[in-house]
């Protein structure tokens, strides 16, 4: 469980592929984009590629249509219910701006799960089948996830491959470190699903020493630059929380000093204290526990296998993306 990337169809590794590139494929070696960088993110290729086309069109908008839906996550149903308006294309609430003149556009935004299947049926549409599997083994609505196994968000469901694909299964055990674990744990608290539990005779600090302790040095490395950022912010610097969690710490007697309200020029839209821990805590028994710095909280980083610690709140750092720079650098010599 320490390899935090992997790039599918690694030139440098065709022994491990698990199946081969389809002929019709826009690959490494055929493609035209001159924004295109290997290992760049799909996320990041999708925008890029969109204000690429607007360019090469010379046209005046250009409309991207993508198919998510607010009932699949809360975060999406936020994006399309929004108050704010600079961002989106007239008053066309499921709009984005991507960039000058691109637009992404959610038609389907308020379709149901029950929406889908009733215009497959109707329409006869194509569809994966791999949903008809789903179906057979019993798996929920809400979990029927096709996409990458190892995200945050699918892999408690990466066990299901076993069973639906075994073939594929079999290789993929081979292809990506950790999987056959995540597979087995992926749900668990030991991967830090729902929280984490706290093994007999060890504090939260105790059980972050053991964890990293069973990491190769130069992942152990990453975390430890992270936790020491995050001890040095939260007890030197101060950092700024909302007042109720506060009262909640209050109530739970930690030890912190109250600095007053933010000097940063961010708008705040609910009330901020800034407050500085005497002590690291180890844990922090409250309701927005995720918000508040703990040995606890780095635990559960640890188990996510979150090197770029965003449980924690964190972005990547400049190290982090000179090191995915570099090695975009050498898989450019495979173009």
Request: glycine share 6%.
């Amino acid at each position: 469980m320490s390899q935090s990337t992997w790039l599918p169809w690694d030139p440098e590794h065709h022994e491990l592929w698990l199946n081969s590139i389809p002929p019709e494929a826009i690959c490494l070696e055929n493609q035209e984009f001159p924004f295109f960088k290997v290992g760049m993110s799909d996320y990041e290729f999708q925008s890029k590629f969109c204000q690429w086309l607007h360019r090469e069109k010379e046209v005046v908008r250009t409309a991207v249509l993508v198919g998510i839906r607010a009932q699949e996550s809360l975060n999406r149903y936020n994006a399309v219910t929004r108050e704010e308006t600079f961002s989106r294309f007239g008053t066309t609430n499921f709009s984005h701006r991507i960039s000058q003149d691109v637009f992404n556009f959610y038609p389907m935004y308020d379709w149901l799960f029950e929406d889908i299947w009733r215009a497959n049926a109707k329409f006869e549409l194509d569809y994966n089948h791999l949903y008809d599997l789903y179906y057979q083994a019993g798996v929920p609505y809400k979990s029927m996830r096709v996409a990458n196994p190892f995200h945050q968000c699918g892999v408690h469901s990466l066990k299901l491959y076993q069973a639906l694909e075994p073939a594929t299964w079999g290789k993929l055990v081979g292809r990506v470190n950790g999987a056959n674990f995540a597979a087995l744990y992926g749900g668990t608290v030991a991967m830090g699903y729902r929280g984490a539990v706290l093994p007999k005779g060890h504090t939260w600090k105790s059980y972050v020493e053991f964890l990293l302790e069973t990491l190769p040095e130069e992942t152990r490395k990453v975390y430890l630059k992270k936790f020491k950022s995050s001890m040095d912010y939260w007890m030197k610097t101060g950092g700024a929380l909302l007042e109720n969690v506060i009262d909640e710490l209050e109530e739970l007697g930690s030890d912190f000093e109250r600095l007053g309200p933010p000097t940063n020029k961010r708008k705040y839209k609910q009330r901020y204290e800034v407050i500085r821990f005497k002590d690291y805590p180890d844990d922090v028994p409250i309701k927005n526990f995720r918000l508040v710095p703990s040995y606890k909280r780095m635990c559960i980083t640890i188990l996510k296998n979150d090197t770029s610690c965003q449980y924690m709140g964190f972005g990547q750092t400049k190290d982090e993306l000179q090191k995915k720079q570099e090695a975009m650098e050498k898989w450019e010599t495979f173009l």
